[in-house]
């Protein structure tokens, strides 16, 4: 298990918000954009955040 500090989940709990708004944002555009190559891109970016996300998630769960 591990031992996190409280000031550890407070950083944690603030970039899990950053990673989240980041991968909504980089959907929206994906669904947005009318040039394909860059809706893409911007998906690629929206998954490289979500799996981020779900990184940071396991770390706070203690799966990490």
């Known amino acids: 298990m591990n031992n996190l500090t409280a000031k550890d989940i407070d950083v944690l709990s603030h970039v899990l918000s ?3 708004m980041a991968c ?4 929206i ?4 954009l009318t040039d394909a190559a860059l809706a ?3 998906d690629r ?4 955040h979500a799996e981020r ?3 940071l998630c396991s770390i706070l769960g203690g799966k990490a």
Request: with cysteine; hydrophobic share 45%.
């Open 24 to 27: 909504k944002k980089a959907r």
């Open 18 to 20: 950053a990673e989240s």
């Open 45 to 48: 970016i929206a998954c490289a």
């Open 29 to 32: 555009y994906a669904n947005t």
């Open 53 to 55: 996300f779900s990184a």
């Open 40 to 42: 893409q891109e911007m």
